[in-house]
């Protein structure tokens, strides 16, 4: 392989294998960083974007996916005063909208979308933790506004954004209740969390519980469907807010109304889609470092280890409901 060149996982079109070819390499223009990717995180969005049915993405072939990365700057361009070559950093940078993903040896991202690892931080926990820290970030933080003191019920707590949002809403100080199947509840209750199995209690019976009947403060819906609309039933009234990572589908709003209740959505890849407010998500980054650095928070990992070679597998895995965020090792 030359210097102008490196070995990629190409998405010819959709619904077909990756295609592992060199292709070539990026030069970092201004305001970017060249980083040599040492991991890439996959999320279930990859998925659908290699299935073509996330039009949102707006994605088209050839592509080369991958939106979460972990790495070590090789240049920067011109204007970059916050990185320099050796730096470690991770970011969720690209394989949306036609700006390269990390399913790469090298990407030129902008670098405003990154923050630098600190030292305890490895590459694969880096590349496992954007997209998901920065999503549950943007729901309990940005949008919900999550105090001491108050009670949050996060549906999903098992998944990616889920053991996340878990663990920052314990960092708050909050109360937290968690939704899983009977086979997540363990991992609910290991993050610190009250599980609660979804398959055997109905909202109003785990409202009644926990709460007295009076609702949750912010209740975070992970999943989307007719676990957004038990949302709505499960908010405290007057005061209660829902947010969603996944607005999909047509829902009444009634039985929030009934509760005034208040509700907002989370598009975690607007900055990238829209190059508008890019710097933030550096920030956000910048925080959840912080908080690992501390042993506040820690991403659950697939155990295997999958390359780049090994990528159509890596999908496959994530494509069966393991536990843990699978991560592909690029070098």
């Known amino acids: 392989m030359s210097e102008a060149t490196m070995k990629a996982a190409i998405l010819e079109q959709f619904k077909a294998p990756f295609t592992i070819r060199e292709t070539p390499r990026p030069t970092p223009q201004k305001g970017e960083v060249l980083v040599r990717i040492k991991a890439s995180g996959v999320n279930p969005l990859d998925l659908k974007t290699k299935e073509g049915v996330a039009a949102h993405t707006k994605t088209t072939t050839p592509a080369i996916l991958g939106i979460d990365m972990a790495g070590v700057v ?17 970011g969720m940078t690209g394989g949306v909208g036609g700006v390269q993903g990390s399913l790469a040896e090298y990407a030129a991202v902008d670098a405003a979308l990154l923050a630098k690892m ?4 490895s590459m694969r926990d880096a590349a496992a933790l954007p997209l998901i820290a920065i999503t549950a970030w943007e729901a309990l933080i940005d949008q919900a506004k999550i105090q001491s003191g108050q ?9 990616g954004v889920g053991h996340i949002a878990i ?16 086979a997540s509840q363990t991992v609910i209750k290991n993050l610190g969390a009250t599980p609660i199995d979804y398959t055997d209690t109905s909202v109003d019976d785990y409202v009644q519980k926990h709460t ?10 992970t999943v989307g469907g007719a676990t957004l609309d038990d949302s709505f039933r499960a908010v405290k009234k007057y005061t209660g807010h829902a947010v969603s990572i996944l607005g999909w589908g047509t829902h009444s709003l009634a039985p929030l109304s009934f509760r ?7 598009f975690t890849l607007m900055p990238l889609l829209t190059g508008e407010g890019r710097a933030h998500h550096g920030e956000i980054l910048r925080e959840i470092a912080a908080l690992y650095s501390q042993g506040l928070l820690k991403p659950i990992l697939n155990q295997r280890i999958f390359t780049l070679d ?11 409901k393991q536990v843990g965020k699978v991560v592909v090792n690029i070098e």
Do not use: C, W
């Not at 007295?212 to 819906?221: H, N, Q, R, S």
């Open 212 to 221: 007295g009947g009076e609702g949750f403060d912010v209740v975070l819906d």
């Open 74 to 90: 090789e240049e920067v361009g011109a204007d970059v005063t916050d990185f320099k070559p050796g730096d470690a950093v991770y």
């Open 118 to 121: 600190p030292e305890s931080m």
């Open 151 to 159: 009670t949050v019920l996060i549906h999903g707590g098992a998944g």
């Open 260 to 266: 005034a209740g208040t509700y907002s959505g989370v």
């Open 310 to 320: 090994e990528i159509e597998d890596a999908h496959r895995s994530m494509g069966e």
């Open 167 to 182: 663990q920052l809403a314990k960092q708050r100080g909050a109360n937290v209740f968690a939704t899983g199947s009977g």
